[in-house]
């Protein structure tokens, strides 16, 4: 193929349709609105303190090597990946702790230590997991989905799965124990859903993680990015930073050019949009037809609550990965859902990357960052106020936990809420994920990857099919591929 072809937005959707694109042949140019690339996985140094803003969690090493693959590369060669045993511990109101992942002897015996009942459901749990990754994502994930024509021959399928049952259902048929059944069904919040509703085609990433494993990127997901853009440098895609694109200019069903913030405009053959395709229509292009309509009153993801921080102590009792269970789990999750409240309680994820790579903070320090899922920005939350109240109440209950210690220690805090995703992303109503990932707006539902309406623009990253999370957009840069060629 030849031609030129503009990426705007330089998340990992818009990276990974750039390096294809440029090996199926275009002239790519990438624009992206921040200095830096990555979108939510940048990188911050916060003092003598580096973190990840966001992705921590590599589930599927091997869509990362094909990017290399496809210039005769080999990813080694560029960024180290580190598998991570435990993948996860589980830390709970009652005291106790669960560990997951490692060897599968591993997890059946550390099942069978927390809650010997389950052990046999687990690992039907698991049977059925591979079940739905066999079918949801070796034949689906990269595969276009903006023909009604591909839903309707998906149909037999998605009902087989009972895909309009949602993980927790799910779970909850195979495992007893409440703690576990908690445990094992979060994965919907690592992509902006709630276990309660989101479809349990996600329960795959069980057997996701029980074939690849759980990756660490020695440097952090800052590493990748940087092995990345280094890559499309050497493959001659053209990077511009801190340009933002502030229009679309159309002709009948085409886009003549994109308009930048200072009014430069660029002309290409294809674009492909890699922000949040809700303001991509309602902002960008200021577009309405009734398919674009429908979507536009998705359901977005909810909103994330971030702290980054350093301590002046090693806290070496906490792994790579945590997640900090409140006492609620259903009601926890319907505030921040559906009443759209927040709530005075919280569960957390933890990462402290100095678990594993020692560059992320000076000697005898640790690095963290704490994530609340919180409502997105249709609740009239006042996040100027709540912010640093929830971030105490967020250090009190740590400090007087897991991390004993911890207030004193702590050093250079920031705060991310959904107003910097609104700010930083143009995430519509602050999402951290753009739409929620529920049946009804997932596969032909989901913003097409096709644009609805214009014939040289393609749409890439977490609000288009497959999905968010790193997979679901590095797998919808593959799908972009097919279209574009
Ligand atoms: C805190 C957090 C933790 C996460 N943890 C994990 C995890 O552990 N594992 C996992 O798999 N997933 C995780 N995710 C999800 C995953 O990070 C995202 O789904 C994924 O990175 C989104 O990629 P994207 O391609 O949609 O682009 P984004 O990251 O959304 O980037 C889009 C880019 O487009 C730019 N842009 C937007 N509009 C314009 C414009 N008009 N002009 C120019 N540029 C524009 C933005 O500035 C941005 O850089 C996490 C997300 C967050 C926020």
Redesign the pocket.
């Known amino acids: 193929m030849s031609g030129n072809l503009a990426v ?7 990276i990974a349709a750039a390096l294809r694109a440029r090996a199926a042949g275009y002239n790519v140019t990438l ?4 200095s830096q ?6 990188s911050l140094k916060i003092g003598p303190y580096k973190h990840d ?7 599927a090493p091997f869509l990362f090597d094909e990017l290399f693959e496809l210039f005769g590369e080999k990813r080694e060669d560029s960024v180290k990946f580190v598998a991570l045993d435990p993948w996860y511990r589980f830390y709970f109101r009652d005291k106790s702790v669960f560990d997951y992942g490692g060897s599968p002897a591993k997890i059946n015996s550390e099942i069978e230590r927390y809650s010997p009942k389950d052990l046999s459901g687990y690992n039907s749990l698991l049977k059925h997991s591979k079940a739905l990754y066999k079918t949801a994502y070796e034949d689906l994930a990269d595969m276009p989905f903006h023909r009604l024509s591909t839903l309707v021959k998906a149909i037999p399928t998605m009902l087989r799965l009972r895909a309009d049952r949602s993980v927790w259902q799910l779970v909850g048929k195979y495992i007893e124990n409440q703690n576990l059944r908690r445990a094992l069904s979060i994965q919907p919040l ?3 859903g709630n276990p309660l509703d989101t479809t349990c085609i996600y329960s795959l990433i069980h057997y996701l993680e029980r074939a690849h494993g759980v990756h660490f990127a020695m440097g952090g997901m800052g590493a990748v990015i940087s092995a990345l853009e280094k890559l499309m440098k050497r493959h001659n895609i053209k990077v511009v930073c801190n ?4 229009k679309f200019k159309t002709v009948g069903n085409r886009i003549q050019s994109a308009v930048t913030e200072d009014n430069q405009e660029i002309e290409a053959d294809q674009y492909i949009f ?3 395709p809700l ?1 991509l229509y309602r902002d ?1 292009l200021k577009h309405s037809s009734l398919q674009v309509k429908i979507k536009m009153s998705h359901k977005r993801s909810m909103g ?1 609550f ?1 702290i980054f921080f350093g301590t002046s102590q090693k806290f070496n009792q906490i792994p790579h990965h945590s997640i900090w269970m409140g006492e609620r789990f259903s009601g926890l999750l319907r505030d921040i859902f559906d009443h759209q409240i927040l709530p005075e309680d919280f569960s957390l994820y933890i990462h402290r990357p100095t678990a594993t790579d020692p560059s992320f903070a000076p000697e005898g320090h640790d690095s963290f ?1 704490v ?1 609340a899922p919180v409502p997105n920005l249709r609740a009239q939350i006042n996040w100027k106020a709540q912010a640093p109240l929830l971030a105490e109440k967020i250090i009190d209950a740590l400090n007087d936990n897991e991390m004993p210690g911890l207030k004193s220690g702590i050093r250079n805090l920031r705060i991310m809420t959904p107003e910097d ?1 609104k700010e ?4 519509v109503d602050g999402a ?3 739409i929620a990932p529920t049946f009804k707006q997932s596969a032909w539902f989901r913003f097409h990857n096709l644009s609805e309406s214009f014939e040289n623009l393609f749409l ?4 288009t099919h497959p999905g ?6 590095l797998n ?1 840069a593959k799908v972009v591929e097919k279209l574009i060629i």
């Open positions: 705007i937005g330089g998340g990992l959707g818009g624009y992206e609105r921040l690339l990555g979108g939510r996985a940048q803003a966001g992705p921590t969690v590599i589930t690592l992509l902006g340009t933002s694109i502030s890699n922000g949040d303001f960008l994330l971030v960052y994530l995703f930083d992303y143009l995430s951290g994920f753009s890439v990253g977490a609000g968010a999370g790193v997979p679901g957009v919808s």
